[in-house]
């Protein structure tokens, strides 16, 4: 079901490579390639779990309320992770031009039904 969830978001963007739906203890629940992406988004989502904890510890220190999404811009990808409860995220790794706006609302429109499925 996850990974269904996951290949519609990824081929649902342009530009989309890879999805991911982890816990932040590093360990993944699902995750989905498009056809010859060569991304390893399991390992760089055990990174990301740190960096989020941090990130939702920061934002918490500051009063901010819950952190509710992250993204990472580089040379070669963009990663937009939605963070779901205080459990499980979502991650959508994209081509540096892939539509960035139209990733960023997959992942929020399709959070509620990913959370019913993992029954958060």
Same mark, same amino acid.
């Given at each position: +079901? %996850? ?11 342009? &530009?989309?490579? =890879?999805?991911?739906? +982890? @816990?932040?203890? @590093?360990? =993944? ?6 056809? &010859? =992406? $060569? ?6 989502? +055990?990174? %990301?779990?740190?960096?989020?904890? $941090? ?7 500051l009063?901010? @309320?819950?952190?509710?999404?992250v993204? %990472? ?15 499980? %995220? ?7 031009? &892939?539509?960035? &706006? ?8 399709? !959070? !509620? ?5 993992? @029954? =958060?």
């Amino acid at each position: +079901m %996850f990974r269904e969830l996951l290949k519609k978001i990824v081929d649902g963007c342009e &530009g989309g490579l =890879a999805g991911l739906l +982890m @816990g932040y203890d @590093g360990i =993944a629940v699902d995750s989905y390639l498009s056809e &010859g =992406a $060569q991304s390893d988004i399991q390992s760089v989502g +055990m990174e %990301f779990s740190v960096i989020l904890t $941090q990130a939702r510890n920061a934002v918490s220190l500051l009063g901010g @309320g819950a952190l509710r999404e992250v993204a %990472f811009k580089s040379e070669k990808m963009t990663v937009i992770v939605r963070l779901l409860n205080d459990e499980y %995220f979502l991650a959508l790794a994209l081509e540096p031009d &892939g539509n960035y &706006g139209k990733g960023r609302y997959l992942l929020r429109s399709t !959070a !509620a039904s990913i959370l019913a499925e993992l @029954g =958060a």
